[in-house]
């Protein structure tokens, strides 16, 4: 066997991981499409995007919201092939026509609430755990994203000002087209789905970046290793005023450990510098935990 074909082998994906990714994606688009048939639509509370889009459509004209789903989407899934990448347009396109078929066989089904309150928020949890679900596994089920993600390369705008921006305008819309009221609702509705969504992509235990500069560094990094669990490495750093060699830990942690963490900095060494941020997604290394103490 020749070295090329050797590593074309190495790096295949396995077929059951491209499966399990299928599932997990028609999982979301269905518990998506509860949130929204049984819940939100019957309420006449809404979504952003092209799904907020589509409900006002449909109530307009009288379709099921899915009909407009699918069609309204078609454009954004073609310029998602063709800017992003295949696997994303064939994920997606999968996402958005089981949604579509979903919402229309459930469109004449009864709600589980007529209470607004209710409603919006089991219908926004729903719809963030079933975006969030299609997201990680490499999809989406409205076409805003993509076009927010292309629109920011040609403006001064973030992707998260840019579909702020749309969404703003399609809730000033759901307030003439049905109540203010529910327009109100629609922004909580949105807000919850959009906070859900950041638990099931990012994780319960999301993960978090350390940096501690201190006079005591090795035994902050020995306490940090026995009763944090967590093993440390040294950086060399170099201050720029003082010019002094100073070493640096870098850790990574979950969020339910930043308080211990702080915890054991500060009874050490109350004067350190210490930074904490976000990190997405950990792999790889020796990123495994030990017993607390």
Same mark, same amino acid.
């Given at each position: 066997?020749d070295?090329?074909?050797?590593?074309?082998?190495?790096?295949?994906?396995?077929?059951?991981?491209?499966?399990f990714?299928?599932?997990?994606?028609i @999982? /979301?688009a269905? !518990?998506?499409?509860?949130? $929204?048939?049984? *819940?939100? =639509?019957?309420?006449? #509370?809404?979504?952003?995007?092209?799904?907020?889009?589509?409900?006002?459509?449909?109530?307009?004209?009288g379709?099921?919201?899915?009909?407009?789903?699918?069609?309204?989407?078609?454009?954004?899934?073609?310029i998602?092939?063709?800017?992003i990448?295949k696997?994303?347009?064939l994920?997606t396109?999968?996402?958005?026509?089981?949604?579509?078929?979903?919402?229309?066989?459930?469109?004449?089904?009864?709600?589980?609430?007529?209470?607004?309150?209710?409603?919006?928020?089991?219908?926004?949890?729903?719809?963030?755990?079933?975006?969030?679900?299609?997201?990680?596994?490499?999809?989406?089920?409205?076409?805003?994203?993509?076009?927010?993600?292309?629109?920011?390369?040609?403006?001064?705008?973030? @992707? /998260?000002e840019? !579909?702020?921006?749309i969404? $703003?305008?399609? *809730?000033? =819309?759901?307030?003439? #087209?049905?109540?203010?009221?529910?327009?109100?609702?629609?922004?909580?509705?949105?807000?919850?789905?959009?906070?859900?969504?950041?638990?099931?992509?990012l994780?319960?235990?999301?993960?978090?970046?350390?940096?501690?500069?201190?006079?005591?560094?090795?035994?902050?990094?020995q306490?940090?290793?026995?009763?944090?669990?967590?093993?440390?490495?040294?950086?060399?750093?170099?201050?720029?005023?003082?010019?002094?060699?100073?070493?640096?830990?870098?850790?990574?942690?979950?969020?339910?450990?930043?308080?211990?963490?702080?915890e054991?900095?500060?009874?050490?060494?109350?004067?350190?510098f210490?930074?904490?941020?976000?990190?997405?997604?950990v792999?790889?290394?020796?990123?495994?935990?030990?017993?607390?103490?």
């Amino acid at each position: 066997m020749d070295k090329g074909a050797k590593h074309s082998e190495v790096n295949k994906i396995p077929m059951r991981h491209h499966i399990f990714r299928i599932i997990m994606v028609i @999982v /979301g688009a269905l !518990i998506f499409a509860v949130g $929204l048939e049984l *819940f939100l =639509v019957p309420n006449n #509370v809404m979504d952003g995007g092209i799904v907020g889009i589509s409900i006002i459509t449909s109530h307009l004209f009288g379709l099921p919201v899915g009909v407009f789903i699918f069609i309204l989407n078609l454009p954004f899934i073609y310029i998602g092939y063709k800017q992003i990448g295949k696997t994303f347009a064939l994920t997606t396109a999968l996402g958005i026509t089981i949604l579509s078929i979903a919402t229309v066989i459930m469109h004449h089904v009864h709600p589980f609430t007529k209470d607004l309150l209710l409603a919006t928020v089991f219908g926004g949890i729903l719809l963030g755990v079933g975006v969030g679900l299609v997201i990680r596994y490499g999809g989406c089920l409205d076409g805003t994203e993509v076009l927010a993600i292309l629109s920011n390369i040609k403006l001064p705008f973030s @992707v /998260g000002e840019i !579909i702020l921006f749309i969404n $703003l305008i399609i *809730f000033t =819309v759901a307030g003439f #087209v049905f109540t203010w009221e529910q327009a109100m609702y629609s922004v909580v509705a949105y807000y919850i789905a959009s906070k859900v969504i950041d638990v099931v992509v990012l994780g319960m235990e999301e993960s978090k970046s350390v940096y501690i500069i201190s006079e005591d560094i090795e035994e902050i990094g020995q306490a940090i290793l026995h009763r944090l669990g967590r093993g440390v490495t040294y950086l060399h750093g170099e201050g720029a005023y003082t010019g002094d060699n100073k070493k640096v830990i870098f850790c990574v942690i979950t969020r339910l450990e930043e308080s211990k963490m702080k915890e054991i900095v500060r009874s050490i060494d109350n004067q350190a510098f210490l930074a904490i941020g976000n990190i997405s997604e950990v792999k790889g290394g020796r990123f495994k935990k030990k017993g607390i103490h």
